[in-house]
């Protein structure tokens, strides 16, 4: 199985603040890694896939880049919006995986 | 718009079974891979398994902590998605929640608001 690392496992951060979350993963997945932001008490919801694509109607404040082993998402300003736990996720292979996730609050 | 609503959570004792419910609407469910995912109280997000889309038959991939114990399965003239789950332990108690998927490769894209399973004497 891929494992999934996440770094750090929570961060507290200022409005404004650029943000910097890292996934690593035990073997090469190409690009297939996708984020996603979990609210208190939501769902996730999708921020990007394929390493570095956003989805549709997230803000343009959300950045991934990466390939291979070493992954990043980027929050440019941090906004109040955005206090969340932010998962990794693996599609390279079965089965799917998920990090464990990047708390992040103010 | 996409919606995903799922239904069938409750209390069930160790040993039992229980069976899930998704109904998707907003898109064609027999376009898409759908999952089934969970997270434990105060935990992180558990990849159950995935149905892909009928261009592969629906062929379903497993994790191995519910390999044989949990069914995927479809009833696409009802747009629904089902899970079901027997033999459940303790370590089961979770939020369940039904995911849209892409294709191959393709992420967890739209997630209903899940369904609470206590597995509890």
């Known amino acids: 199985d891929i494992q999934l690392t996440q770094s750090p496992s929570s961060l507290s951060a200022s409005v404004g603040d650029r943000v910097t979350i890292t996934c690593r993963a035990s073997q090469g997945i190409g690009s297939y890694l996708a984020w996603s932001q979990q609210k208190p008490g939501k769902a996730p919801e999708l921020l990007i896939y394929d390493a570095s694509t956003l989805q549709s109607g997230v803000p343009s404040r959300f950045s991934g880049s990466g390939s291979g082993t070493d992954f990043t998402l980027t929050i440019s300003s941090l906004q109040p919006e955005d206090v969340a736990t932010y998962f990794c996720?693996?599609?390279?292979?079965?089965?799917?995986?998920f990090g464990p996730g990047t708390k992040v609050d103010f | 718009e996409v919606q995903l609503v799922e239904s069938g959570g409750g209390l069930v004792q160790p040993g039992g079974s229980l069976r899930l419910s998704c109904v998707g609407s907003g898109f064609i469910l027999s376009d898409y891979y759908m999952d089934w995912v969970r997270q434990a109280p105060g935990k992180g997000l558990e990849w159950l398994g995935r149905t892909k889309h009928k261009p592969e038959r629906y062929v379903t991939e497993y994790a191995a902590s519910v390999q044989g114990r949990f069914t995927i399965s479809r009833d696409e003239s009802q747009s629904s998605l089902f899970l079901q789950m027997n033999s459940l332990k303790t370590d089961d108690t979770a939020v369940y929640y039904c995911?849209?998927?892409?294709?191959?490769?393709?992420?967890?894209?739209?997630w209903g608001q899940g369904t609470q399973v206590t597995v509890s004497s």
């Open positions: 995911v849209k998927g892409g294709g191959p490769h393709g992420p967890s894209d739209f």
């Open positions: 996720q693996q599609v390279h292979s079965y089965p799917i995986t």
